[in-house]
């Protein structure tokens, strides 16, 4: 498939946006539920909202090629913000609002942002701390007045008194803003995003409108996506995927982002809206799939019965009839009792009656967590991209989905395996480069254009899907010279849901060890019905019964990687539950929940040596970092476990 | 405005008006136990005014009686200039005077929407008759209060637990609920008896920063009880302090925190 042609009437944001005013006028494009009411504004509405700011910004000085930094959680107001920097002729760069003020003070710094535009005091708190070392952000504008009276206002303003100030000013820089717009070409630069950085610090990708602009079309023309559909916008902002869903498709076709109240309340929003397009990582789905089953386990027998019944069947068929696939007329008969009974309401309750594209990415995915969505009908499907190829290098086509491959490559994408495995691709949504970091680009991005994923992945002759194994660099030798790739085991483990993290070592050595995190809610929840009382995450986590379990999950899966020829010498040896969930706070995870394994491994160093000499207890203690950055520690004795492993198979000869 | 002192303007640059309410030589007796003996203070428009003191010092009776939940036996209670005769707590409540209690008191069976409505009740003014037909002022009026019960739920933060009845929360949300619903009243004085007993330090961090928001946001004037030193140290603009029935000392943290009566209440000395 090819990637869609853009038209260069609608090759920079300013121009889709003015499109969009005018073709959908009427249409909602942003809603947001505030005093417990959808709000929502249409595309006319969010055009005279956005030049209300972008004038505003010129009023206060904005120049072009000026990065504007955006901080805060998913909120109407900010997306608009966005657009108006770009309007402005200037560059947004959403940040992770969650980020501590060093985090954000690194990213702010290396950006130069000089205008910064937050959601509320507690994101200005953080700037102002981060303005110690940070010398380059003129204004601050924030959303959210409250508790804002008392601060500095010389180089502060509120966004509605911003715009009101560029509503006032309309004549006199309407013609500025129409000049800076007419400048912007399809190689303009769109958005700066900051990767979560696995390694070392985050970095800047510069993304052009024709990078972004493309990947929307394609993937909208790819999914059928059109004016009619809508989204929940609940992922952070600074993620590129929200900036391609949020921004990217909703322009490029004109459907409608709805905003939650709060992030707490987004399942409760998610089942008000009924996005027909959705898109969460694996772990938000093995999480709902938890509780529901924990909220069966409460219901009454004859429900039970039901369910047990009915979802059984749906498993039979249901996603043989999502694929197209032939079924019997009795059996699809009763699937249509059973979604009556069962499955409709069910959908309902979790907020996906009416999704008709649904896709997880990030990480693999549980295939009985798969195969459940999808015999209820959802048509949950993969996908494999990262923030330099502007999201999308491979996605499944509906018919073609499958729990253990991420698909074909996206329209428009040409895919690779280079010599020593690695996922290569080129396309028009390629990066343009780092920021102020050629070193790094010239690493990744080849001057043919072809861009190394770091990820070791191979395609399936039989149906050209592409699979991936690990992180390529991840992936490495047993002091026997069998092949190591964690990633495969620590997948595996974590579709339990009793197990929330994993981190598996080996490398260069004889036996495999692990480190795991117990699911708290799922363990907790099983905690309570055996009346097993606990005070903190480590004294259940030390539980022997929890470890017991855990033991029977690590023995299960050396069963299960024993018959993989090439990965059978990853079966785990030895394993602890960790005293501690792994956290972003403390350094040990990226703002998207992906372990940072060179600094577990370094931090734990003590724990990782008593697996591999032989001990069967350790005391530790750990530096913990609060969410207000104040530091303390835990100390714990951690147990370690022996597991049964199986008898390699014998290598072919 | 009783303009009977002069206002002043805080560190953190609030203005403090003049006294809002005052009272003067209370004495409160059951029977032969005096709980409050010849106390007078006064509580100034816009500050953060606490009442501290031992167990059994007569807190929570100061709190009632300026709640008009206990009758006086001696002394006169001034607010806003006029000496306020014996009234009826839902008298008082209709001058702007809402309050939280110390072992909460909330209908644990309804919502948390519901529960903080009923902090509306005193400014519904639709009759049983608007209120059975519905259409028309009855359902205006709903709508408004409803407006104004959302925004206090926003302010609080709780919109997750909106729907959820009250009794299923832990004990830290129930607090800011009752809290919501004294501020869905949109008092002028506003009482809170014990408003963080129980709490952890992070629940404690939560409700300190919402009473100086509301203080902040609103203007509204608050009175505190509490035990806890250093929340009370740290938000109120002046302390009194009591001990068995007496005023043992009143003026700013730094004040009462130097005041030798204080410090043998808290530290304990022999009473002769």
């Not at chain 1, 990637?3 to 073709?23: C, E, H, M, Y």
């Not at chain 1, 195969?371 to 086509?397: C, D, M, W």
Request: hydrophobic fraction near 40%.
């Amino acid at each position: 498939m090819n990637a869609t042609v853009i038209d260069g009437d609608l090759d920079t944001f300013p121009k889709l946006l003015a499109r969009n005013a005018i073709k959908f006028s009427d249409k909602p494009a942003y809603r947001e539920k505030e005093f417990g009411i959808w709000q929502s504004w249409t595309w006319a509405e969010t055009k005279d909202e956005i030049e209300a700011l972008a004038l505003g910004m010129l009023a206060l000085g904005l120049n072009e090629g000026d990065h504007v930094a955006i901080i805060g959680r998913n909120r109407p107001y900010l997306y608009w913000a966005m657009t108006a920097a770009q309007c402005c002729g200037a560059i947004p760069v959403p940040l992770y609002n969650d980020a501590n003020a060093e985090e954000m003070a690194y990213v702010l710094e290396h950006s130069g942002a000089r205008f910064v535009i937050v959601e509320d005091q507690e994101q200005v708190d953080k700037v102002i701390d981060a303005q110690e070392i940070v010398h380059g952000i003129d204004e601050i504008i924030y959303l959210d007045k409250r508790g804002m009276r008392k601060y500095d206002h010389t180089h502060m303003n509120a966004y509605e008194d911003v715009q009101a100030e560029g509503r006032a000013a309309h004549h006199r820089l309407d013609p500025i803003m129409k000049e800076r717009c007419a400048a912007l070409t399809i190689d303009s630069t769109c958005v700066m995003l900051y990767t979560s950085g696995t390694t070392g610090r985050p970095k800047g990708v510069v993304l052009s409108n024709r990078n972004i602009i493309s990947a929307s079309a394609s993937s909208s023309e790819f999914d059928d996506l059109n004016a009619g559909d809508s989204v929940l916008a609940y992922l952070p902002m600074a993620w590129v995927g929200d900036f391609i869903f949020s921004i990217g498709q909703c322009f490029w076709t004109g459907f409608c982002v709805a905003c939650p109240e709060s992030p707490e309340t987004m399942q409760t929003d998610l089942r008000e809206i009924g996005p027909s397009y959705f898109f969460a990582p694996p772990r938000f789905f093995e999480g709902m799939l938890t509780t529901v089953m924990i909220r069966m386990e409460d219901a009454s027998p004859l429900k039970q019965r039901l369910f047990k019944y009915f979802m059984d069947h749906a498993k039979k068929v249901g996603p043989a009839m999502l694929d197209g696939k032939s079924v019997s007329a009795g059996d699809r008969f009763k699937y249509l009792l059973g979604d009556i009974l069962v499955y409709g309401p069910l959908k309902n309750t979790l907020g996906m009656s009416r999704v008709r594209v649904g896709y997880t990415a990030g990480e693999a995915i549980g295939p009985e967590i798969f195969e459940f969505y999808r015999s209820l009908g959802i048509n949950l499907k993969q996908l494999y991209g990262q923030t330099e190829a502007s999201v999308f290098i491979t996605q499944q086509p509906d018919g073609e989905v499958r729990a253990d491959t991420v698909g074909v490559p996206s329209p428009g994408v040409e895919v690779k395996i280079g010599d020593n495995g690695e996922v290569l691709y080129r396309s028009d949504a390629t990066f343009i480069e780092y920021y102020k970091n050629p070193e790094s680009t010239a690493d990744t991005k080849d001057p043919e254009g072809w861009v190394a994923t770091g990820d070791a992945g191979f395609f399936e002759e039989s149906t050209g899907h592409l699979r991936i194994i690990d992180r390529a660099k991840d992936v490495g030798k047993m002091s026997d010279g069998s092949m190591f790739a964690p990633k495969f085991v620590e997948n595996k483990l974590k579709f339990f849901p009793n197990i929330l993290e994993v981190v598996v070592f080996g490398n260069g050595r004889d036996t495999c060890t692990a480190f795991i995190n117990i699911d708290l809610n799922a363990v907790g929840n099983w905690a309570e019905r055996n009346n097993i009382a606990y005070a903190s995450y480590q004294e259940l986590a030390g539980h022997p019964e929890v470890y017991a379990t855990i033991k029977s999950h690590v023995e299960e899966v050396n069963i299960s990687v024993a018959e993989d020829s090439m990965l059978s010498g990853c079966q785990i040896d030895r394993f602890l539950v960790l005293h501690k969930e792994l956290d972003a706070d403390d350094g040990e995870m990226t703002r998207t929940r992906k372990v940072r394994r060179a600094i577990v491994e370094d931090k734990y160093a003590d724990l990782i040596e008593g697996m591999y000499s032989g001990a069967t207890e350790i005391s530790t203690e750990t530096e913990v970092t609060y969410e207000d950055g104040r530091k303390g520690s835990i100390k714990a004795t951690v147990q370690i476990e022996d597991a049964k492993t199986v008898a390699r198979k014998a290598k072919a000869a | 405005m009783n303009a009977t002192a002069e206002s002043y303007v805080t560190e953190d640059g609030r203005t403090i008006g003049g006294k809002v309410m005052e009272m003067k030589n209370i004495t409160l007796k059951f029977g032969g136990v005096t709980a409050i003996s010849n106390i007078s203070f006064d509580i100034r428009e816009g500050e953060i005014r606490a009442i501290i003191g031992p167990n059994g010092a007569g807190k929570s009776s100061m709190l009632n009686v300026i709640n008009g939940f206990y009758h006086p036996q001696e002394g006169e209670i001034w607010f806003r200039g006029e000496k306020r005769k014996p009234m009826k707590p839902y008298q008082i409540a209709q001058q702007g005077i809402a309050r939280t209690f110390q072992n909460i008191a909330l209908f644990k069976g309804m919502s948390t929407l519901d529960n903080i409505m009923t902090g509306r009740f005193t400014h519904m003014k639709t009759n049983m008759f608007w209120q059975a037909v519905w259409k028309g002022p009855a359902e205006r009026e709903e709508n408004l209060n409803r407006d104004i019960v959302e925004h206090v739920i926003d302010f609080l933060e709780i919109q997750a637990i909106r729907k959820t009845p009250v009794g299923r929360l832990p004990y830290g949300l129930q607090k800011r609920v009752e809290l919501g619903r004294a501020l869905a009243a949109q008092p002028k004085l506003l009482l809170l008896d014990e408003p963080m007993a129980g709490m952890n330090v992070e629940e404690k961090e939560d409700m300190s920063r919402f009473i100086l928001d509301v203080n902040d946001e609103f203007g509204t004037t608050i009175a505190l009880i509490e035990h806890d030193m250093g929340v009370v140290m740290d938000i109120s603009d002046r302390v009194v302090v009591l001990d068995y029935g007496k005023k043992i000392g009143d003026g700013t943290p730094d004040e009462v925190r130097n005041n030798q009566d204080v410090i043998d209440a808290y530290l304990g000395v022999a009473h002769d």
